[in-house]
T-cell receptor, first 117, second 115 residues
Framework: EAGVTQFPSHSVIEKGQTVTLRCDPISGHDNLYWYRRVMGKEIKFLLHFVKESKQDESGMPNNRFLAERTGGTYSTLKVQPAELEDSGVYFC???????????????FGPGTRLLVL | AQSVTQPDIHITVSEGASLELRCNYSYGATPYLFWYVQSPGQGLQLLLKYFSGDTLVQGIKGFEAEFKRSQSSFNLRKPSVHWSDAAEYFCAVGPLTGGGNKLTFGTGTQLKVEL
């Protein structure tokens, strides 16, 4: 079974440019999460999709970040325009239906390393 | 608000030595707890999780963790470390009621293994 995949693995852009990150969850997983780790800090939650709906976007830093999950499959996270403080590693995770019980496992992708110059 | 503290940023151990990575959490109720590991170039891999029941949890790669409610701790242990265990380790806590399953992570502990 394929795991969570993320593209690109690395991205270097200049301040003011736009970057789009993509996440492909494990097939059949309804839940998709985005997290971010700024250098030296903890991994922080950004948002949660259930299928194509945003369940919780309380962690999104500001309106320069836009996440979509069309059709409930892959998701994109767009940063427009990018700022220096957006640099970090962006992780995606997926899991099965939350109604299946508490304590379900989130499976993480390898992350996208974003550097804004 | 819930929080997770991993007091050790870096730890170095010799191969074959025992290992304990510390994790303390702050939460209003009993959370469910996770340990993840990230090897270079890899995603976060789940080592083990605690939800309820036996407070000593066994995981993959020979790791175990013990939930101690009185100390709000969930320390990760391994009796004999292998060079391949060098990686970054993250403790995380998740909510039990409502709010979906978003995880709160500690800052991570970087483990170096000396041969």
């Amino acid at each position: 079974e394929a795991g969570v995949t993320q593209f690109p693995s690395h991205s270097v852009i200049e301040k003011g440019q736009t970057v789009t990150l993509r996440c492909d969850p494990i097939s059949g997983h309804d839940n998709l999460y985005w997290y971010r780790r700024v250098m030296g800090k903890e991994i922080k939650f950004l948002l949660h999709f259930v299928k194509e709906s945003k369940q919780d976007e309380s962690g999104m830093p500001n309106n320069r970040f836009l996440a979509e999950r069309t059709g409930g499959t892959y998701s994109t996270l767009k940063v427009q325009p990018a700022e220096l403080e957006d640099s970090g590693v962006y992780f995606c995770a997926s899991s099965q239906d939350v109604r299946s019980g508490w304590g379900e496992t989130q499976y993480f992708g390898p992350g996208t390393r974003l550097l804004v110059l | 608000a819930q929080s997770v503290t991993q007091p050790d940023i870096h730890i170095t151990v010799s191969e074959g030595a025992s290992l304990e990575l510390r994790c303390n959490y702050s939460y209003g109720a009993t959370p469910y707890l996770f340990w993840y590991v990230q090897s270079p170039g890899q995603g976060l891999q789940l080592l083990l999780k605690y939800f309820s029941g036996d407070t000593l949890v066994q995981g993959i790669k020979g790791f175990e963790a013990e939930f101690k409610r009185s100390q709000s701790s969930f320390n990760l242990r391994k009796p004999s470390v292998h060079w391949s265990d060098a990686a970054e380790y993250f403790c995380a806590v998740g909510p039990l009621t409502g709010g979906g399953n978003k995880l709160t992570f500690g800052t991570g502990t970087q483990l170096k293994v000396e041969l």
